[in-house]
């Protein structure tokens, strides 16, 4: 929990209970490639005995992503809902599976430079890329 703590202090936030509880929950599911939504956010708490309310989650994620702590992404899928994942760690990009929502990181050098080289081929320094794969399972849904 200490090391929360000193997350969330040095994002120049106060430590409470809901952003201890929300950050504890995206390392934990980060760790294991997950990304969330604030209602699956909200669910992992409560499954783990935790009591917090969707506002909260939904006020502390806000909080979060103000200070730089964690991104929402809104992926084109069947589902629109916006999911969350923390900051900190290697710059990546996504795949999207349409057909099961499945969201996976992936990096790739190679596509990483040629968005800087066509960036610089038109006069530009590439400040931020951002790769999302839209794929179908090759058997169909």
Do not use: W
């Not at 708490?45 to 935790?50: A, K, P, T, V």
Request: aromatic share 8%; charged share 20%.
């Amino acid at each position: 929990m200490k090391a929360q703590q000193d997350v969330i202090r040095r994002a120049g936030l106060k430590i409470t209970m809901p952003r201890i509880q929300v950050l504890q929950c995206l390392q934990h599911n980060q760790e294991n490639g997950a990304h969330l939504t604030a209602e699956g956010i909200y669910h992992f708490i409560f499954q783990h005995g935790d009591a917090v309310s969707q506002a909260a989650v939904y006020r502390v994620l806000s909080q979060f992503e103000e200070a730089g702590l964690v991104r929402r992404h809104h992926f084109a899928t069947n589902r629109m809902q916006a999911v969350y994942e923390l900051t900190q760690g290697a710059t990546h990009n996504h795949i999207v599976c349409l057909d099961s929502g499945l969201i996976l990181d992936f990096t790739d050098n190679t596509l990483n430079q040629k968005a800087d080289e066509i960036a610089a081929a038109r006069g530009y320094d590439l400040v931020n890329r951002e790769f999302v794969l839209y794929v179908r399972s090759k058997g169909g849904a």
